[in-house]
């Protein structure tokens, strides 16, 4: 119980779209924070220093707000920043999986792409 929850509240903290239903009956907003552990210098701690924000010992603090009105707010380490910021540390931070993500492997190409990837720049054949 409470996967849905869990995963809707995951979009929400890497930009996804805020919806007013979402926040509970009679409450002004819904609010959502997370804690990252990310690494010193790997690409999710540099673009949030672009963005301004600070990692707390080694972890990048999230939030975000949706009002009833369908407003919504987002921080990351301590900043307000524009919702776009966590779209684009998403791709750094998570990778989501579907019950079917493996039925791609039967095409030839994903799995050229999975070779590639597993072999690295380097390796000619």
């Known amino acids: 119980a409470g996967k849905t929850m869990v995963v809707t509240s995951l979009g929400l903290l890497l930009g996804g779209r805020a919806d007013p239903a979402l926040v509970r009956v009679g409450a002004k907003a819904a609010v959502v924070e997370g804690r990252i552990t990310v690494s010193e210098g790997d690409a999710a701690a540099l673009r949030a220093e672009e963005a301004g ?73």
Request: cysteine-free; hydrophobic content about 40%.
């Open 53 to 125: 924000a600070e990692l707390d010992d080694g972890a990048l603090l999230i939030s975000r707000t949706v009002s009833a009105e369908g407003r919504s707010r987002a921080h990351l380490g301590g900043r307000s920043v524009p919702v776009g910021v966590l779209t684009e540390l998403a791709d750094e931070l998570v990778a989501v999986h579907g019950q079917t993500d493996q039925q791609g492997l039967l095409k030839p190409a994903r799995q050229r792409q999975a070779l590639d990837r597993y072999a690295g720049d380097g390796v000619e054949v």
